[in-house]
């Protein structure tokens, strides 16, 4: 990729010119100018491209570092980090309405599928005895082909009696198959957040290096009535990813 960008002109306050250099590398940035990877201009090159003291420029760098679209390293230049996806955590909370809403094409497939019986933690949270028959099924989810998520999901046979097949028949979408099932809508009743090192597994799932920082999602989503029908264990790579938590969106 070319390590140039388009000249503006120069401000009169260096106060607006670190924001405008920023604004300049980010549209760079976001328009595929810089890839991940890449590294920008120096700040020296900048400094004379703009009319402005190194000073400016680093100050700019560090808003976009802030903004997490670089990562600056004495002696190694700004580097731009992999595009990170926003991923919305309120009342209603769906991968793919999450990413269509940002125009962002999103694919995913079944890993592995069984029917088991309920843990204890697994019975307390869908309201059922342990050792109840439960579809547990592991999924991996593509953000525009980048693998960013993958989940273990747990609901009730007996509710769920069809759900491998309208799994399917959905393309493996957890809404779109409960659709199927005769569930029109859900709400998410709790969703905890944590960070922690990518197993073996999720690593070749998602295509990182293993025991790469991962985001963990444990959600619980029920009828309208709160009635809980859906346990999921979300892990996410945290590189890719922007949690973004909304607690009264729909």
């Known amino acids: 990729m070319t390590s140039e960008i388009d000249e503006i002109a120069t401000p009169h306050s260096a106060n607006l010119a670190w924001k405008r250099i920023a604004e300049a590398l980010e549209d760079g940035i976001r328009g595929g100018k810089f890839a991940a990877g890449d590294l920008l201009p120096p700040s020296t090159t900048l ?23 670089v990562s600056v390293g004495r002696g190694r230049g700004t ?3 992999a595009q990170r996806f926003p991923y919305r955590i ?19 497939s079944v890993v592995s ?6 843990t204890k933690a697994v019975a307390e949270v869908l309201l059922i005895a ?35 097949r309208q799994l399917e028949a959905a393309g493996a979408s957890i809404t779109g198959a409960l659709k199927l099932a005769g ?3 859900y709400i998410r009743l709790a969703t905890r957040l944590t960070a922690r090192a990518a197993s073996a597994e999720e690593a070749t799932l998602l295509a990182l290096p293993e025991g790469a920082p991962v985001m963990q999602s444990t959600g619980t989503d029920a009828l309208p009535d709160q009635t809980p029908i859906h346990l999921v264990e979300g892990v996410f790579a945290g590189e890719r990813m922007e949690m973004i938590v909304e607690p009264f969106a729909e």
């Open 79 to 81: 580097e731009v980090l």
């Open 113 to 118: 599928y069984a029917i088991l019986p309920a």
């Open 130 to 164: 342990p050792g109840t028959p439960v579809h547990v099924i592991r999924t991996v989810n593509r953000a525009d082909g980048v693998p960013v998520s993958s989940g273990m999901h747990y609901l009730d046979l007996a509710r769920f009696p069809d759900f491998d």
């Open 47 to 69: 400094a004379e491209q703009f009319g402005v003291h190194r000073h400016t420029v680093r100050q700019a760098f560090k808003h976009l570092a802030e903004r997490g679209l």
């Open 90 to 108: 309120g009342r209603r909370v769906s991968l793919r309405t999450n990413f269509g809403a940002a125009g962002i094409p999103v694919d995913g």
């Open 183 to 185: 569930v029109a809508d």
